[in-house]
């Protein structure tokens, strides 16, 4: 014989009760009229990466090789100065220069990255 609703209803409803009275009764009956007395923990400061702007410049090894240093036809970025890799950024992630990519990539980034990523890219010698 299968068991119906009228068989398991009342079973369940009854597990149901039962552990919300159990919870209630749990409950504190009055909240805490002030505040405690021992001040919160202070938060923990994250410290910084020292490999953060190296990890983020590695994105750029894809297309402007390691460290910069471009192989074959793509232009190297490598020794240039962080202001001029800040303003090329800029330029792309405006729209102000054409691009098939750089466009895409360069909105993916706040400007304290970017900042990271062309201080980095300046501290790289350029390619030979």
């Not at 749990?26 to 990466?49: I, N, R």
């Not at 962080?82 to 909105?107: C, E, F, R, V, W």
Request: glycine share 4%; aromatic share 6%.
């Amino acid at each position: 014989m299968t068991p119906t609703v009228r068989t398991w209803w009342p079973a369940l409803a009854a597990t149901f009760f039962l552990a919300a009275a159990n919870v209630n009764a749990q409950m504190p009956t009055q909240l805490p009229t002030q505040a405690p007395t021992q001040a919160p923990a202070p938060a923990k400061v994250p410290t910084a990466d020292p490999n953060l702007a190296r990890n983020l410049a590695a994105t750029c090894a894809n297309c402007h090789g390691t460290h910069g240093q471009a192989r074959g036809e793509m232009k190297s970025i490598a020794g240039y100065s962080a202001d001029k890799i800040i303003a090329m950024l800029a330029d792309y992630k405006s729209g102000n220069q054409p691009a098939t990519i750089m466009h895409q990539i360069s909105k993916g980034y706040t400007d304290e990255q970017i900042r990271l990523i062309a201080n980095y890219l300046a501290a790289q010698p350029a390619k030979k």
